[in-house]
C-alpha cells in the first residue's frame, strides 16, 4: 500500500473488496473493470475507482458516490460508457493529482 504524498488523493492500491470487479451502468452495459482503488486521505474511504474498459484502452477515474453492488456482485455506476469513456483518462500511476481531480469532478458534476 502506497502512502499518501501531496499529489494522491489518499493511499490507493490493492483493495480485495473491489479490484478486479466489473462496472457496469444502470442498464447493465459494461464499463471496465476495477484496476485500482483511490481512497480520501481523511477518512481513508474509497473515492475514486480507476476503471480499465479493456486492454487496449486507457483506465479512466469513476467516483465511488452513487455507485452500488448488483444482485450479481458488479459494481452499477449511475453513468452510461459514453460519459465514461469522455472522462479524463487515469494517469499510469493512478495518482490524481489537484488538476486531475478538478477536471474529474467537473466532468462527473455536469452529469
Known amino acids: 500500500m502506497s502512502t499518501p504524498t501531496d499529489r494522491t488523493a489518499g ?6 473488496q473491489f479490484t478486479g ?11 471496465g473493470s476495477i484496476d485500482d482503488v483511490l481512497f480520501d486521505p481523511t477518512d481513508e474511504t474509497p473515492e475514486y475507482f480507476v476503471v480499465k474498459p479493456g486492454m487496449l484502452r486507457r483506465a479512466h ?5 452513487g455507485s452500488y453492488e448488483s ?15 469522455m ?3 487515469a494517469a499510469r500511476d493512478h495518482v490524481l493529482s489537484p488538476d486531475d481531480r478538478r477536471q ?3 466532468h462527473y458534476a455536469d452529469r
Open 11 to 16: 493511499r490507493h492500491g490493492d483493495n480485495p
Open 21 to 31: 470487479r466489473q462496472v457496469i451502468d444502470e442498464r447493465g452495459e459494461p464499463l
Open 61 to 65: 477515474y469513476l467516483p465511488v458516490d
Open 71 to 85: 444482485i450479481d456482485g458488479d459494481i452499477v455506476v449511475p453513468w452510461d460508457q459514453q460519459w465514461f469513456k
Open 87 to 89: 472522462s479524463p483518462p
Open 104 to 106: 474529474v469532478e467537473a
